[in-house]
């Protein structure tokens, strides 16, 4: 975990939480999943429910299959047992109903992969566009709306290759938003950045928090974890060792795995 | 959310050092790059010493001893070059044997394709007029070369020869080829195994002979498993045969270029939703096809080149109607000048295609 960059986080969520998460609507479902890689077992009889409105970090060592997880999420990565139903649609082979969720579902990548042969409004409304069939002047209308939100609006005519790391990582925050999911997920999003450049992309995170997106974040940022998730997962060989409310999470982990793994990590 | 302005960093305050200036003026742009060590000095006077010897004489053989606009007489009185050869062949060198008299059919033919070559090289007219300007454009070259309407005496096929041969047989060759190696490459990326194998034995079997023996089979074999009574012309099998020898090339090519694309850039578009074929078209395919602009006008400049081969099955190129010029007895002995003539021809043809595409990468460039 040497990547960690010490809670960088000063902006708490208030007392009260103006996001209430919907108890009764289950964005997600996932029903003893099971994934190997050849024969590694990488994901082990995973359940998980995930509400809308609802935020959940997910931490563990590296190789624990935390990204893998979300990655079945998209189908970016195939589940060989096990339910995934995503807003209502199980994930099969269909490729139909894999667009489909994909659609629904935004993903924020380590890398941010952006399309580097595109400007950044390109970048922004090739989704709505091709996609969701949204016409041209109303997606890069969208997407100026979101570049605003992420501050960076001065810079849609130019690149990505022209943008720094934390403002490349902002963009793909707004082009995942710009479809107008109604999940995000986030592998890592500051791994990749240099230290200075973590809180304006937490800061954007935090602050689609605040206005009720439904998110699961692969993280090592723990002061994120504290002041953003409602549960926070810990993952170790494939398998969700402890799941718990950010409090008890951190205050009093039940785990010896995660014992340990909070003192290797939060100094 | 907070304001823009706690994201960018304060200017640092310094003074601007500008870099030293190491050149000035002729003497030492010479002194730094013509003499700046012994060896370079030697290399230097070494090249200095072989032009004084060979460009004089070279330029009193080409310009000052030479015959432009003569007959072939008053070439045989001159140690010079007889340039003359080319003028006064020069309906035969361009036009083969389609009837003199019709010879501004094929001239306006090869302007109409030039200009619009030309016309295609800025990319901002890249649009639905530029497609329709070609559609109308091959009409009418068409109706120009072929005749038989519009009061035009039909001319056979077999009498179509000289540049517009040559430049018809590489545009055409060239242009369908392209898509048709994209279409093979990611064929050969495709994971489903019966496509998959067809396009790799496709592009192993094509790489594996020489375009002559494609060519040859085009003239001679395929027409055996034809019914009888049915042929097809010789120039479209000749056609064909270029079309998959350089498909086949590209389409390596174009592989090479699609295995550079980061994994991470299909994964945004499939995370996005895009479908395969939107995210070959919007995303792989125009960063993969940048990427490989060098490897593939070298493959087109080649297979341009190799156009020339099709006289071995008879047909009329600039190539062989330069060489039949040479076996009239006039003008015998002076093939220097007809080849190099010639070799300015393709240089002019190879340097437009390179000068495009180092256009085309430098508008590109991100």
């Not at chain 1, 002047?137 to 790391?165: C, N």
Request: hydrophobic share 45%; net charge neutral.
């Amino acid at each position: 975990m040497t990547d960690t960059v010490p809670t960088p986080t000063d902006a708490e969520t208030p007392p009260t939480d103006p996001v209430q998460v919907d108890q009764n609507e289950a964005v997600i479902k996932i029903i003893g999943m099971h994934k190997w890689f050849g024969d590694f077992h990488v994901l082990n009889d995973i359940h998980l429910d995930v509400r809308a409105k609802e935020r959940i970090v997910i931490c563990g060592p590296s190789g624990s299959g935390k990204s893998t997880l979300i990655r079945c999420i998209n189908r970016l990565e195939e589940h060989q047992r096990g339910k995934i139903i995503v807003d209502g649609i199980e994930l099969t082979n269909n490729l139909k109903k894999i667009e489909k969720i994909r659609e629904e579902v935004g993903m924020v990548f380590q890398h941010f992969n952006l399309f580097p042969h595109l400007t950044i409004l390109e970048n922004l409304t090739l989704g709505p566009i091709w996609v969701r069939r949204v016409p041209k002047k109303e997606a890069e209308e969208t997407a100026m709306y979101y570049l605003e939100k992420v501050h960076i609006a001065e810079q849609a005519r130019k690149f990505p290759g022209q943008l720094s790391g934390g403002q490349q990582q902002r963009v793909a925050v707004a082009r995942s938003l710009c479809m107008k999911p109604k999940v995000m997920l986030f592998d890592e999003p500051t791994s990749a950045l240099d230290p200075e450049m973590v809180k304006e992309v937490l800061d954007v995170m935090i602050s689609l928090a605040r206005e009720g997106m439904t998110m699961i974040v692969v993280t090592h940022e723990m002061g994120f974890a504290k002041s953003v998730a409602h549960r926070v997962l810990f993952m170790d060989f494939g398998k969700i060792v402890e799941e718990n409310t950010p409090d008890e999470f951190f205050d009093n982990p039940q785990h010896e795995r995660t014992k340990l793994f909070l003192s290797q990590i939060l100094h | 959310m907070t304001d823009t302005t706690h994201f960018t960093r304060p200017e640092p305050e310094t003074d601007e050092i500008k870099p030293p200036v190491t050149q000035v003026g002729v003497i030492g742009w010479i002194k730094a790059n013509l003499f700046n060590t012994w060896y370079n000095s030697v290399l230097t006077l070494a090249v200095l010493f072989a032009l004084w010897q060979l460009a004089p004489p070279l330029v009193e053989w080409a310009f000052l001893d030479s015959r432009w606009y003569t007959d072939s007489e008053a070439c045989r009185t001159t140690d010079g070059a007889c340039w003359s050869i080319i003028p006064n062949n020069i309906r035969f060198i361009l036009f083969g044997f389609y009837p003199p008299s019709e010879q501004w059919r094929p001239l306006l033919a090869v302007i109409l394709l030039v200009a619009l070559l030309f016309i295609s090289r800025n990319r901002r007219f890249w649009r639905k007029p530029l497609a329709y300007a070609w559609m109308g454009g091959l009409v009418v070259m068409g109706i120009l070369m072929r005749g038989g309407i519009l009061g035009l005496d039909p001319v056979e096929s077999s009498q179509w020869g000289g540049l517009p041969l040559t430049l018809m047989l590489s545009v055409f060759g060239l242009t369908a080829a392209y898509p048709l190696g994209v279409v093979l490459a990611l064929g050969r990326q495709s994971r489903m195994p019966a496509i998959k194998s067809l396009c790799v034995i496709y592009i192993e079997l094509i790489r594996g002979v020489p375009l002559i023996s494609l060519l040859f089979m085009s003239a001679v074999i395929f027409p055996l498993f034809l019914p009888e009574g049915i042929t097809i012309n010789k120039i479209l099998r000749a056609q064909v045969a270029i079309i998959l020898f350089t498909a086949a090339y590209v389409a390596e090519v174009v592989r090479g270029g699609l295995q550079a694309i980061p994994k991470g850039q299909y994964e945004a578009a499939d995370s996005l939703g895009l479908n395969y074929f939107q995210t070959m078209r919007l995303i792989i395919l125009p960063q993969a096809l940048k990427i490989v602009i060098p490897p593939t006008v070298s493959v087109l400049i080649s297979a341009f080149k190799d156009t020339s081969l099709v006289v071995i099955i008879a047909l009329y190129d600039i190539l062989k109607t330069t060489q039949s010029t040479l076996s009239n007895p006039k003008w015998m002995g002076y093939s220097t000048e007809a080849y190099l003539f010639l070799a300015v021809v393709y240089f002019i043809c190879c340097f437009f295609m390179s000068t495009f595409s180092r256009k085309l990468e430098r508008e590109l460039a991100t």
